[in-house]
């Protein structure tokens, strides 16, 4: 079974700079399984920032991410990543990498948290001054 690992965050201040990854196990990200990464912000439910395809061809990112967050990854080494730029106190929560295997047929991801079946544990971010 596919297990995932993620790491990579901490206190940062506005403005600043994380990225975030998540580490695979059990499985091969390259056996189809696309990636999202998602945010559980205090008081809010979990939202999806931004996914991307097994091909890494296909990503999305949620509006507030856009321009800020990269999201990326390697197969080779079990991998994905997200990298976050221009940080802000809104960004503070809980980030969480998910997959999902939709087979080899569709190079496509999604950002629905209901709709993968593979989640790491967390890693904490707060953005505070």
């Known amino acids: 079974q596919l297990q995932l690992v993620e790491s990579g965050g901490g206190l940062v201040q506005p403005g600043g700079s994380l990225r975030l990854s998540c580490a695979a196990s059990g499985n091969t990200l390259g056996s189809y399984y696309a990636i999202g990464w998602f945010l559980q912000a205090p008081g809010k439910e979990r939202e999806g920032l931004s996914c991307?395809?097994?091909?890494?061809?296909?990503?999305h990112y949620e509006d507030s991410a856009k321009g800020r967050f990269t999201i990326s990854r390697d197969n080779a080494k079990n991998m994905a990543y997200l990298q976050m730029n221009s940080l802000n106190p809104e960004d503070t929560g809980v980030y969480y990498c998910?997959?999902?295997?939709?087979?080899?047929?569709?190079?496509?991801?999604?950002?629905?948290?209901?709709?993968?079946?593979?989640w790491g544990q967390g890693t904490q971010v707060t953005v505070s001054a």
């Open positions: 998910a997959a999902d295997n939709w087979g080899p047929v569709q190079d496509m991801c999604v950002q629905t948290a209901t709709l993968y079946d593979y």
């Open positions: 991307i395809s097994v091909s890494g061809d296909v990503t």
